[in-house]
């Protein structure tokens, strides 16, 4: 009876491991063949977006790499709460319609207040085929490990 019941444990993982999408057989299917011939590409496969460490961020930018600051917040909130330097702002609601001024070939981080709509533009810039390493935060986190902000410019 022991035995049985391994043997079906077993069989449910190992069921639920290939709907799942997990364990790849060694078996090659026919599809991707058959996209070859068309002259289509395989997709590249991107890394989802990360939450930013604001101390590792700060010292990245420090040591000078080039990396793209998106603040998706609205005007009103950079006046009140100030923005990281050389962020360019875009807020969250543009972002779609401004995606020409998101520059390609360097890391992007997106910014808000807490994290939630820089998530969302994460997912839009992934969704619109962006393949460069993308993190998401807040610029509260950023303030709160005794990071510097500044005034938007022309304030």
């Not at 026919?30 to 289509?40: C, K, L, N, W």
């Not at 917040?73 to 875009?90: C, K, M, S, T, Y």
């Not at 969250?92 to 808000?112: F, H, N, Q, W």
Request: hydrophobic residues 40%; negative net charge; proline residues 6%.
């Amino acid at each position: 009876m022991r035995r049985f019941a391994i043997a079906l444990t077993t069989a449910a993982l190992l069921a639920l491991t290939f709907a799942c999408g997990g364990t790849e057989t060694a078996e090659a299917p026919a599809e991707p063949a058959a996209q070859e011939d068309s002259g289509s590409h395989d997709p590249v496969e991107v890394a989802d977006a990360t939450e930013f460490d604001a101390v590792a961020l700060q010292a990245k930018l420090e040591a000078g790499e080039e990396i793209f600051l998106l603040d998706v917040r609205n005007p009103d909130e950079l006046v009140e709460h100030g923005q990281i330097e050389g962020a360019v702002n875009i807020p969250i609601d543009e972002l779609e319609a401004r995606l020409a001024e998101v520059p390609e070939g360097k890391p992007i981080v997106t910014y808000c207040m807490r994290g939630g709509r820089a998530s969302r533009a994460a997912d839009t810039l992934r969704k619109a085929g962006r393949t460069e390493p993308i993190e998401y935060g807040g610029i509260t986190a950023w303030k709160e490990a005794g990071n510097p902000v500044v005034q938007p410019e022309g304030e």
